[in-house]
């Protein structure tokens, strides 16, 4: 049974940065697309950036564009996302998921952006 383990988030002053890790074992890591999905309070959840298993990555979410950068770790199956000049509005819990979306999500990690 696959397991993701998301971790990295925290509090941080906007302007700053954090780096978010996904442990994704069990689920086939080499052959799929991973992303990193996010929801805030009362929002639904959305697709924040994608990298596929050749290393192509997208940002669906413009507002992360230039700021967000996704990357991966075939050999440690693990899929990161290095966060710059982080904003209010990118408070949330983050979540990584492969492409098709795997059934059991991880339990996500919180970034706050307040000053």
Do not use: H
């Not at 397991?3 to 990295?8: F, H």
């Not at 080499?30 to 990298?51: C, D, H, N, S």
């Not at 290095?82 to 919180?110: F, S």
Request: with cysteine; hydrophobic share 30%.
């Amino acid at each position: 049974q696959g397991l993701l383990v998301e971790s990295g988030g925290g509090l941080v002053q906007p302007g700053g940065s954090l780096r978010l890790s996904c442990s994704a074992s069990g689920i086939l890591f080499r052959f799929y697309t991973m992303a990193w999905y996010r929801q805030a309070p009362g929002k639904q959840r959305e697709l924040v950036a994608t990298i596929t298993s050749g290393g192509s990555t997208n940002y669906p979410t413009g507002s992360v564009k230039g700021r967000f950068t996704i990357s991966r770790d075939a050999a440690k199956e693990t899929v990161y996302l290095q966060m710059n000049d982080l904003k209010p509005e990118d408070t949330a819990a983050y979540y990584c998921n492969r492409i098709p979306n795997y059934t059991y999500w991880g339990q996500g990690t919180q970034v706050t952006v307040s000053s």
